[in-house]
């Protein structure tokens, strides 16, 4: 399961850690904020050492980086340097937004960070940074740095990172053994030609995986508390309406949840994951979450052979039970955290739903009907339009065609 998206749930995706950054504003050297000439010296002054001090971070440059360090910060920032060398950047940059002097020789800074992995990332993964900083004989020191306020943490600041690389993913795991990072590597792995098949527009055809050591520290890696994530295996974060340039994603996986799974759950839920991986540029605040979870789940599910039955026994139970559900599912029904039953119902209608389509009309316009919801300026009207133009149907044909599918296929 996953969620998509800041600002909404969309219960991960994602939500919970992406920025909209652009490459661009990356790479940009001023900062926010209307102090006057005096504060616009600072904050260059400050941009140039933290430019710096990120050129060092990639050089793995340990004097260099040090010297942008107060002595007693260092420890701390070293232990993180340490860490981060485990993990294949490709680049690493921070951009000042805004600069507060905090007293005589003291400013906290706010700043945006955004790095990228070596072979897996096309844009910036990102995240708000508070940055304490000090100045002394006419040099400005960092003294703390930390997530700005609900922002998540970065995994190596929960511990030394362990890196596994397959054919295509790439599993960062923090406290865990390194079998399990390989299996889910080679469960990543097989996922991405399965999804490839299922989706024909271009994505990167790569995985990144984050694997932390307890649910408490996943939420940590999503900014909430772990316990919103209680029984989930795997969110995967990103950022929508950001189109090719949008940050980059990871799945991140709950490693109590995956561990109670099943070989055949284990890759459906990776193969899930990484369809929000692929589909993202073309998922928008238009796109319903019954649209990208039951497309997700359509994918995982295609091919295995699994029956209606199998695969939604909670509505499959409810559908016997007479209780046949009168709409599709709303985004709110997948909220994390509340009832399980209702909510795998609500994955297993979105599912449903996809495979009607993929039934009914053929999979090319099920993947032609994703693309025209998310391709929509906002939701209203995103849905009606896209099973107009792609379908030649309506929302009410629609939903009473899917009434009638769990019917047959669930009764």
């Given at each position: 399961?996953a ?10 995706v994602a ?67 340490r ?13 000042v937004t ?20 070596a ?16 100045e002394?004989?006419?040099h ?6 930390r ?33 399990r ?31 932390p050591?307890?649910?408490e ?32 994603d990871?799945?991140?996986?709950n ?31 238009a ?19 699994r029956?209606p ?35 795998a ?5 979105g ?7 993929a ?28 099973l ?24």
């Amino acid at each position: 399961m996953a969620g998509q998206g800041c600002g909404a749930r969309r219960p991960a995706v994602a939500c919970l850690l992406a920025l909209l950054l652009t490459l661009t504003g990356l790479a940009g050297c001023t900062a926010g904020g209307s102090g006057g000439p005096a504060t616009a010296v600072v904050s260059r002054e400050i941009q140039t050492l933290l430019d710096t001090h990120a050129r060092a971070l990639l050089d793995r440059d340990e004097p260099a980086f040090r010297a942008a360090l107060d002595p007693a910060y260092a420890p701390t920032a070293l232990t993180e340097f340490r860490r981060l060398g485990k993990v294949p950047l490709d680049d690493w940059r921070y951009r000042v937004t805004g600069v507060e002097r905090t007293g005589e020789g003291r400013a906290t800074v706010r700043a945006e960070l955004g790095y990228r992995l070596a072979d897996h990332d096309i844009g910036f993964a990102t995240s708000r940074r508070v940055l304490d900083l000090a100045e002394r004989d006419g040099h400005w020191y960092m003294t703390g740095d930390r997530p700005a306020e609900g922002a998540p943490r970065q995994l190596w600041e929960q511990g030394d990172v362990r890196t596994v690389r397959g054919s295509r993913s790439l599993v960062l795991g923090v406290g865990q053994d390194p079998e399990r990072l390989q299996e889910i590597a080679a469960a990543a792995d097989r996922a991405i030609p399965v999804v490839s098949e299922a989706w024909p527009s271009a994505w990167a055809d790569a995985v990144v995986v984050l694997v932390p050591g307890s649910l408490e520290a996943m939420g940590g890696l999503l900014g909430a508390p772990g316990s919103s994530y209680r029984g989930i295996a795997a969110v995967t974060t990103g950022e929508t309406a950001g189109g090719a340039d949008a940050p980059a994603d990871r799945v991140i996986v709950n490693p109590e949840a995956y561990g109670l799974l099943g070989a055949f759950g284990r890759q459906l839920v990776l193969t899930h994951e990484t369809v929000h991986v692929a589909t993202r540029a073309h998922t928008s605040p238009a796109t319903p979450v019954w649209l990208s979870e039951g497309f997700a789940d359509w994918v995982g599910y295609r091919g295995t052979g699994r029956t209606p039955a199998q695969a939604a026994p909670e509505l499959a139970r409810a559908v016997r039970a007479g209780e046949l559900p009168a709409r599709l599912p709303e985004d709110a029904d997948f909220g994390f955290g509340g009832d399980a039953e209702a909510l795998a119902r609500a994955y297993e209608g979105g599912w449903l739903a996809c495979a009607l389509i993929a039934e009914r009309w053929g999979e090319t316009e099920l993947t032609a009907f994703y693309r025209a919801v998310g391709a929509h300026p906002g939701r209203e009207g995103a849905v009606e339009k896209a099973l107009q133009e792609v379908l030649d149907t309506t929302p009410e044909e629609f939903t009473a065609a899917w009434r009638t599918y769990l019917g047959e296929r669930l009764g």
